[in-house]
């Protein structure tokens, strides 16, 4: 790997340390955030479905930015962004702990819609391959968060405000990469289709990319490569990746929010439960690698798609029979997140011929995605607290099997607006 390009994917991995740890700090100190603010378990669900509802709304937000100012001044300002509203939820200020939340949420957006486009252009040969390790660095960054904040907050007299803002200084200190990424960007933008004679990698028949296909532009796409309106909004394919990065997405932050509260319901005490997240959340890492090995060499990756889906059904279901095996169930369950996460951010890449229509793709479908997504902490609280904690993981059971059915449309092979 040349020299650039190796700075620009330790960039991407700094990016993803700072894209999911701000939201699993929150999980395992939940029930401390109730009783300091008097907040009921719904009003806790809907704190923790808003910066994914602000997923939602970044992801339909961002594209316009990135084709004017550039990929890397967006993500600089969004990891700005991710710090104010870190450090503003951490203060005993009405109000702060919403708008903080919201801000925090509006800065993921954009990192979570720019990297797969920037993985697209960077490295087009190995989109699976580097997602899988973006994707490792924000489980092992968030899972290290979920596993220290209850420590830490013991250690400071069990208050939640510090331990939660204390990731500010990472995300900082990331920030200061990328502004000067965006200071001395190249003036690449992500439309540019490769240069002249460079192939994007062509899956074999038993799925890897040895072979090469040409880029071919997707039609309807203006000479640069862009998506004409309603190009994407008409596409089925579209619509599916857009289902299947929704679903992954319901269960995994449900498990992030509550996967504590639950467990402790189950009869775990809440430091066990917060190293379960943690456990969550590294399994989740190393089987988002380990897929990549068997999308090698695939065109086909439905079969791939739907078991991810029955893993996290398999596992939800068995953590509500047999409780008292709740290691084993969210380490399953974990394998089941981390391989779909991976195959939803390479669909964006794999199914688009053009880095910008990467973008574009990563923006419709995170815009629905985390929409349908945010709804899945808030339907949790409700479900918890008038019915029980257990019933919740009925509820993920069922996100789950449609999660494999909508892997049967979103992983077939091909673009999703033809050739």
Sequence with gaps: MRRGAAAVVLALLLLGACLRAPLTLVGPVMERIGADTGLSAPTLGLLGALPVLFFG?????????????????????????ITAGLVLRSLPVIGALWVGSAVIGLGIAAGN??????IKREQPLRIPLVTAVFTAVMGVVAALASGVVVPVSDATGGGWRLPVAGFAVVSALVSVVW??????????P???????????????????????????AAAPVTAGGHVTAGGLWRSPGAWLISAYMGLQSSTFYILITWLPTIEVSLGLDA??????????????????IG???????????????????????SAMAALYLVPGM????????????GSSLVLALSLFGLRTAHPDQTAQLSAMAQTLGYTLAACGPLVAGWVGSALSWESVLVLAVG??????????GAARPGPVLGR
């Excluded at 819609?113 to 920037?118: F, G, R």
């Excluded at 965006?182 to 690449?188: E, K, S």
């Excluded at 430091?271 to 988002?288: C, E, I, K, N, S």
């Design 326 to 337: 709740a290691l084993l169930w969210v380490a399953l369950a974990a394998c089941g997140a």
């Design 291 to 313: 897929f990549t090995q068997l999308m090698r060499r695939r065109t086909d990756l439905r079969a791939l798609g739907a078991t991810t889906g029955l893993l996290m059904l």
């Design 190 to 216: 992500l439309r540019a289709p490769l240069p002249a004679g460079r192939a994007l990698p062509a899956e074999g028949r038993d799925g890897g990319a040895s072979a090469a296909a040409p880029v071919t």
């Design 113 to 118: 819609v720019l990297a797969p486009a920037v």
């Design 57 to 81: 709304v970044g992801s339909a937000l961002v594209t316009r930015p990135h084709r004017r100012f550039g990929p890397d001044a967006v993500i600089a300002v969004a990891l700005l962004a």
């Design 271 to 288: 430091a066990t439960a917060g190293w379960h997240l943690f456990v969550f959340q590294v399994v989740a890492m190393a089987a988002g």
């Design 399 to 408: 996100i789950a099997l449609l999660q494999a059915v909508a892997a049967l």
């Design 179 to 188: 502004l000067r990424r965006a200071r001395q960007a190249r003036t690449v």
